[in-house]
């Protein structure tokens, strides 16, 4: 399907990195201001400032978050792009909030008739934007989605929960993940119902186990197909990816994210934190085969990606050196360089032109 001649026209483009502060309690349980794009934690050990593409205020909206994060991802996407938003911090920052909506993305966020419909995340409303988007095109086109989960460095179908682990095969922008439900998508309302279809199994695998969701990674992937009436075809992906809790990263320091190692912690996280810390140190060995999280996510992180990182923290003062960790993990994160094509498949008719004007060029030379 991403076989064929792709477009080279390269944009160098960096991570963009949003921090969001969830609300607390009340003002004098909090360490941490914001002032624009500066977030400052007073913590034990001093006080912290850093600078990001934008930090969020407590009182930040969905819709606001939306219109910052969603709006130019959509564009990216429609635009030939592929795209991924990763949503990163401790467990109860708000993660599943800003991706699916509130009370851990239940059900009720997903269902157009109730109240909290008008909370819902950033999942599905980037979806009604596509759909939106895409019925102006002039051409058409298809929507084909995924909704995944990595649970202990296993892939699990949360459309297809019999298939058991599912193997990851590939590499760099070519990876796949063999015997994944892909299903056809057409309508804001589509999309609605397979996040609650998926959402049910993430459910009940989250009663079976105290930390199970906050030790699971869930993906949702959307393959955009457009034929354009004047004769361009254009694949591009969509990653939507609501990581799992790194408070236990935190514990070994702000530094420790490239040194974790053990049984009882995310593997999986820590192989992020270490393939961030090295793309941004320019590495000439990046460990993406170390976790099936870092394979899958691969080309989002220094590939062929517009890639937001949205990374949440609590102002509370009980939460200082999680919400620190988090904003070293940002940092590093915001260094990083994407690399981005067009993912242009060219029509038999440019590419004879192109060879043509290509075999002139030899005459002349
Ligand atoms: P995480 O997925 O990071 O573990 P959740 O999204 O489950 O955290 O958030 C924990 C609780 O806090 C949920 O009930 C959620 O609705 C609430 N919450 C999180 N962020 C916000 C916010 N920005 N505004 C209002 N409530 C929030
Ligand atoms: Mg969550």
Known sequence: FFGGVFM??????????????????????????????????????????????????????????????????????????????????????????????????????LDEGHADFA????IPRVGAEMFERLGRIAGVWTVNASFYEIYQDKVRDLMDTSSGALQVVGDKSN??????????????????????????????????????????????????????????????????????GSERLSKTGAQGVAAQEGANINQSLSVLGQVIHQLCRSHEHVSFRNSVLTRVLQDSLGGNHVTTLICNISPLKENASESNSTLQFANYAKQIKCHTTKNVVLSPTELQTRLDAALEEIERL
């Open 175 to 244: 990876v796949r993940i063999i015997g994944l439900t892909s299903m056809p998508i057409k309508s804001a309302a589509d999309m609605l119902g397979l996040l609650r279809y998926g959402g049910k199994h993430r459910a009940k695998r989250s009663t079976e186990s105290n930390d199970y969701s906050s030790r699971s990674h869930a993906i949702i992937q959307l393959v955009v197909h457009q034929k354009l009436r004047d004769g361009r075809e254009m694949n591009s992906k969509l990653n939507l990816v609501d990581l799992a």
């Open 119 to 122: 909370d819902r995340g950033l």
């Open 8 to 109: 080279k026209c390269g944009v160098e483009r960096n991570v963009r990195v949003v921090i969001r502060v969830r609300p607390g309690k009340s003002e004098e349980d909090n360490c941490c201001t914001v002032s624009r794009n500066t977030v400052q934690i007073a913590g034990e050990r001093g006080e912290k400032r850093l600078t990001f593409d934008k930090v969020l205020p407590l009182d930040t909206t969905q819709e606001q978050l939306f219109q910052i994060v969603g709006v130019p991802t959509v564009n990216h996407v429609v635009d030939g792009y592929h795209g991924t938003v990763l949503v990163y911090g401790q467990t109860g920052s708000g993660k599943t909030h800003t991706m699916l909506g509130p009370n851990g993305g239940k059900p009720s966020c």
